[in-house]
């Protein structure tokens, strides 16, 4: 019976492991998209689910009018608050379980905007990103 529960315990840590670096792998923005090129209405679909935008790492130009198209594919209520370069918010929206919704920004200032969802502990749990705004 001990020897039972100790294997058990091992093969609990190890998936803790395993929860864990997936964790730690999925924080920060991995994935760079680019618009210049790729769609002239700047349209950008992003996924947001448990805990993480897709794309998180977005590139423009200074002057674009973007429309991201966010889903919420997750069936929690997620957010996105996006802030200028100068730290402050410009958008706090909700995201619905299982819906998308709408918001357009027209990126005005060169620098990094950065974008996360407020809900407690997503942002640290990796539910961020950035838009990096360069000049023409
Ligand atoms: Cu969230």
């Known amino acids: 019976m ?3 529960w100790r294997a ?39 996924k947001a689910s448990n805990f993480k935008f897709e794309p998180n790492n977005i590139k423009v130009f200074r002057g674009d009018k973007v429309t991201f198209r966010i889903e919420n594919t997750s069936d929690t209520l997620h957010d996105f ?5 100068g730290g402050k918010i410009i958008r706090d929206v909700d995201l619905p379980a299982g819906k998308t919704v709408v ?25 961020k990103g950035q838009v990096e705004v360069v000049a023409k």
């Open 2 to 4: 001990k020897k039972y």
């Open 81 to 85: 608050t996006l802030k200028d370069p």
């Open 8 to 46: 058990r315990r091992a093969a609990i840590s190890i998936a803790a492991l395993f929860f864990l670096a997936a964790a730690v792998s999925c924080a920060g923005p991995q994935r760079q998209v680019s618009l210049n090129g790729i769609s002239k209405k700047h349209v950008l679909d992003i």
């Open 103 to 127: 918001v357009p920004v027209a990126f005005e200032k060169t620098g990094i905007y950065t974008f996360y969802c407020d809900r407690p502990f997503h942002k640290q749990l990796g539910m």
